[in-house]
């Protein structure tokens, strides 16, 4: 596990302590897991599993991800948030009703599913925004 993944884990651990613990739309059978910690073309990226949603992350080294990302057959909206210790964090709410998941091991069931579209969309995201030759080079891709 990477040291993002990390403070991923750890700031979601007290985003659950202090604001989803008892709360009805979290589910209190799963607890907050990082999953899938790899980087897709120039962007690291991971999944989320919390009580109260299955998120994607992604984190740009120039902070730029679109407003939406396509996934399977799906358009998800890209919310970005900058988060102390961790910097500007792209997610997309993959699974936003968790209350169905009967277990941890289904919860990981569901994000392992979503994992490989959404870092295609990732992947997709970043290399077209990064088709241009004089931006690759800024970027220090070629």
């Known amino acids: 596990m990477s040291d993002l993944a990390a403070r991923v884990g750890d700031h979601f651990r007290g985003v ?57 057959a799906r358009t998800y909206p890209v919310f970005t948030a900058d988060v102390e210790g961790l910097g500007v964090v ?13 277990s941890q091991e289904a919860a990981r069931n569901a994000a392992m599913a979503l994992a490989m579209p959404f870092r295609e969309a990732v992947e997709r995201a970043r290399t077209d925004d990064v088709a241009d030759p004089s931006k690759r080079r800024l970027l220090g891709l070629d």
């Not at 604001?19 to 897991?33: C, I, Y």
């Not at 792209?90 to 009967?102: E, G, R, Y």
């Open 16 to 72: 659950h302590r202090d604001v989803f613990l008892g709360e009805p739309m979290a589910n209190p059978r799963l607890k907050v897991e990082v999953l899938e910690d790899v980087v897709v073309a120039d962007t690291p990226t991971m999944i989320l599993v919390a009580p109260w949603v299955v998120n994607g992350l992604a984190f740009p080294p120039d902070e730029a991800l679109p407003d939406s990302l396509t996934i399977g």
């Open 90 to 102: 792209h997610s997309v709410n993959l699974v936003s009703d968790t209350t169905a998941l009967d």
